[in-house]
């Protein structure tokens, strides 16, 4: 028994496993002043058209594996067209200088990296977030917020 | 009102815990920093909690962890974590959030990873999720054998936030680390249950039970999993053998009253039900089961009787102060009024309950969800009787608790209340589109199935309509649609047979 189970159960079986999706989370160092971003200004960070942030430090951009698919997700989102589209947009031989582009193969590396630099900003599933880097919102809104532009499916 | 001696239990939960100990004795030794420290001035106190744990969290004797969770915050009033535990686990929501409020009011007697802990217990009561999770994350990192915590996390995770892998994930690291470990396996086993790998489930309760064959929750929890199933003799007979364990087991008392109502056996349902009743002593669990026995004369198409007794109980409830379900039981007796406007009346007591005096007595949550459910009934009950303008006044009243919400039932009542809008104005694709956004509830399966009917998607309709005649559970939503459901597959089947034969 478990009774707080026993007044949520449903069996769903064929439609459990896709009906929950993911939010993820835009994360920055904790010691980074910014709290919000909008999706515009997120993309111009993709697209490496802001380089720094507002107090100078450089940005380093802290993805999954391109291929994966929180990384093709976010770039759809962020970018606006598909993935196809937009992924090379994280390759432009140009970006090794400016809001260099890191791959991580875990959520928890992209949060070590996030956690050890101070400029840089990483996409991660928000149910690994931890308290070694900060979420911030964007467009005013946080994952689980009604209408949070980065909720999966 | 508690008649039974603390001391008693305080006894066998010490008894349970040296067996328990015993048990564990090949496992790793746990250091005294494996699990997260509990900072109480008395020892009594300290003895209570985690008796309360023993009782709740491993043994779950529901009743009795409560009992001494609140011996623990009486002995020192506080105690911080002690009253985190009481507001975390009640199923009372004025107790929730009078004791979330007094573990915030005294959280500094508590060490730092306590009050990480009493911030994840806080914060998923009250919508802040992405605080609770990285609490949750920061204390699984730093107290990875800390194995209640584990399983505390990975039961809300799959109970709570659908985050199955994630759950399973936890619950599966832990079983690892011991084998042993049979709370986390009986939580897994619902994770599994829920999240479509259902075939899984079985096993675990096999190994489950074997391993402790003298205790009630195993065979409880084998009849849960085997009722949701759909396989009613098997969840009896588990049951049954978890009350032939301890006849005081009240879970498996009500278990076998809902399965009897399950089947269609009102009489016998109603005869254990009020069993369960006499052997429960938390007030809100008595509400809440005199909620099921009421509901049994709906199932049997008796709708004067049900709403007679749902009535006394309304009086109850009222008088414990019981406001969410007041609610609830008004928002019952509106989904089985086959009178709109009648129903109607019901919804305006429904939020009656939850006005005013209710604000100083609830979580925000709690109140919001329900408040949410008696819209989105609303809506439905309005575009049922084609009364489309009404139904577009409810539903901005949802919409605007939709946009400052975080809470995923009142986004999903909202999406859900929507699509039956948009089913009252013919637009179909979408209709399903926001139905599908609220994918437990049997009302909105109900008509997401009509839905895809009307807009040609025949094999999809059935799907759905499966999906929805598979659910077992005692929802009062599930009663109201599920039968349906079963019928017209049902007749759907004879007329193939039928056609087949021609």
Known sequence: ?153 | MKTRNYFFWMVIAILVASAVARAQESAPAASATDTIPVTTHSTLAQHAYEMGMVQREDRLFVDEGLEFFRQAVKADPQFALGHAALGYFTADPKEAKQESALAVKFIDNASPDEQLLIHWMNSTKNGETVVAISAMNDLLAKYPNDKRLGNLAGEWLCAYQGANERGEAVLSRLLKNDPRYYPAMNNLAYCYALSGQPQLAPPLMEQYVAALPNEPNPQDSYGEIMRMLGDYPAALEHYKKALQINPHFNASQVGVASTYALMGDERKARAQYLVAIEGTRERSTQIGYRILYAMTYYRENKPRLAREEFEKVDSEAHVAGLTVQEAEIHRAMALFNPDAASAFKDLDEAREDLSATSKNNLLPGDRDNELALILQARVFIAVNAGKIEAAQRTLKLLENMAQTSRSTPVQEAYHSANGAVLFAHGDYASAIAELQEDPQNPLSLQLQAEAQTKAGQSADARKTLETLAAISDERMETAFAAPPARVALKRDATRTTQGGAN
Do not use: H
Request: charged share 25%.
């Open chain 1, 1 to 153: 028994m478990r009774n707080r189970w026993c007044i949520v159960c449903v069996l769903l079986l064929s439609v459990a496993s896709v009906a929950f999706g993911t939010d993820y989370a835009i994360v920055v160092n904790p010691g980074n002043p910014a709290r919000a971003l909008s999706l515009v200004e997120l993309g111009k960070i993709f697209k490496a058209k802001t380089t720094i942030w507002p107090d100078g430090k450089g940005i380093t951009l802290v993805l999954r594996e391109p291929n994966s698919p929180g990384t093709k997700f976010i770039l759809e989102k962020v970018l606006g067209g598909t993935f196809d589209e937009e992924k090379a947009v994280l390759s432009d031989p140009s970006r090794k200088t400016v809001v260099p582009v890191v791959f991580a193969e875990s959520d928890e590396e992209v949060m070590r990296i996030v956690g050890g630099n101070a400029g840089a900003i990483g996409v991660i599933d928000v149910y690994n977030i931890t308290g070694g880097v900060k979420v911030v919102k964007i467009d005013d809104k946080q994952p689980f917020d009604p209408g949070y532009i980065l909720k999966g499916r």
